[in-house]
């Protein structure tokens, strides 16, 4: 495309137009244009399509700027002064990251002993103190670990010994074993003892049969595990 024309307003000149454009014109061409309608140098220029700053790079093309679009053109620092700036702003953060180490270096004098100097990176503590106190609470951790674990010993030693006590009120409370102790039935010499410690008629003879508490399961594993040696 060719015979462009564009609107520039802005900041750093009065409203003017450029016209017979290329589509190929570049940013920075624009902006030697511009140097005809305003004072400002080509590298103080900064040149906006629909709010964003645009590239001198950039062709008319790339930004699919119509004819009769609007470029805004204001001052802006030149890149020489831009680097210059961060330059600075560089050595004001090093000489800020210099003067914090040389405070973590040499820091107060310890709050704990009085005598050598304090750091803060050992949360104001000399080196000495920061030792001392590091295994004093690695100490007091191993007390606590101990501590818990022997809690949890002692409430799984409880629970074990409450459940035996249970098993044996339970079993306690057959009196009479000439009946069934699932279904009351008089079974007289004729009934079924089985592991859980209960005398049960032939219907309930059987561990489905009745509420059994005896670990049937494990107690076969255990047989086949020594018939399983015993064979080996």
Same mark, same amino acid.
């Given at each position: ?44 220029? =900064? ?28 001052? #802006? ?12 702003? =560089? ?12 405070? #973590? ?22 080196s000495i103190c920061w030792r001392e ?16 674990? =022997? ?16 098993e044996m009120v339970l079993l306690r ?11 009351n039935k008089k079974i007289g010499l ?26 049937? =399961?494990?107690? #076969? ?12």
């Open positions: 495309r060719s015979g462009l024309t564009l609107k520039v307003k802005g900041s750093a000149a009065k409203p003017f137009a450029l016209e017979g454009l290329d589509a190929v014109c570049t940013v920075a061409d624009i902006k030697v244009l511009c140097l005809a309608y305003t004072s400002v140098p080509v590298e103080h220029q =900064r040149m906006l399509y629909k709010g964003k700053v645009v590239q001198d790079a950039q062709t008319l093309e790339e930004l699919k700027i119509p004819s009769g679009g609007t470029l805004f053109l204001v001052k #802006g620092a030149s890149a020489a002064s831009e680097a210059a700036r961060e330059a600075e702003r =560089r050595r004001q953060q090093l000489e800020q990251e210099e003067e914090e180490f040389a405070l #973590g270096q040499q820091g107060p004098v310890c709050f704990e002993c009085g005598v050598n100097p304090g750091r803060l990176q050992t949360n104001g503590l000399c106190q590091v295994v004093k609470e690695n100490k007091e951790m191993k007390r606590k670990r101990e501590e818990a674990k =022997r809690r949890e010993e002692e409430a799984c030693r409880a629970a074990e010994e409450q459940r035996q006590h249970e409370q057959q009196q009479d074993t000439s009946r069934c102790y699932q279904c004729t009934g079924f003892q089985c592991q859980c410690g209960y005398f049960f008629c032939a219907t309930h003879r059987h561990a489905e049969e009745h509420d059994c508490t005896f670990d049937h =399961r494990s107690r #076969g594993r255990d047989i086949l595990a020594q018939q399983a040696g015993t064979a080996r």
